[in-house]
């Protein structure tokens, strides 16, 4: 069974900047297209970031580009979101997921595994 625990989320200001961390066991980390996505009350699920297995893809929202930055590193089996300038709008839950597919994917229903969410809230 796969399992992601988030971690990093907190309250900042308009242009902060926070780094999110998602620790994985069990399976394969390194064959694993991962995800961050996020979640507004109210709103759907989307997709913030995605990466391929090997690092070398990366899929950014609009919404995002610029501002955040997606990476893995196997060795640790850990997947990271650099958030910076982050805006209001920005605040929601952020959670991990792990995709079995070969290729990356930006829909939540691709996904198979997720963790609990961390929140970020950014006020003005």
């Known amino acids: 069974q796969v399992q992601l625990v988030e971690s990093g989320g907190g309250l900042v200001q308009t242009g902060g900047s926070l780094r999110l961390s998602c620790a994985v066991s069990?399976?394969?980390?390194?064959?694993?297209?991962m995800g961050w996505f996020r979640q507004a009350p109210g709103k759907e699920r989307e997709v913030v970031g995605a990466?391929?297995?090997?690092?070398?893809?990366?899929f950014y929202a609009d919404s995002v580009k610029g501002r955040f930055t997606i990476s893995r590193d196997n060795a640790k089996n850990m997947l990271y979101m650099q958030t910076n300038n982050l805006r209001p709008e920005d605040t929601a839950v952020y959670y991990c997921?792990?995709?079995?597919?070969?290729?990356?994917?930006?829909?939540?229903?691709?996904?198979?595994?997720w963790g609990q969410g961390t929140q970020v809230t950014v006020s003005s």
């Open positions: 069990g399976g394969t980390f390194s064959r694993y297209v």
């Open positions: 997921a792990v995709s079995l597919q070969q290729v990356v994917r930006t829909h939540y229903a691709e996904y198979n595994y």
């Open positions: 990466i391929s297995s090997s690092g070398l893809y990366k």
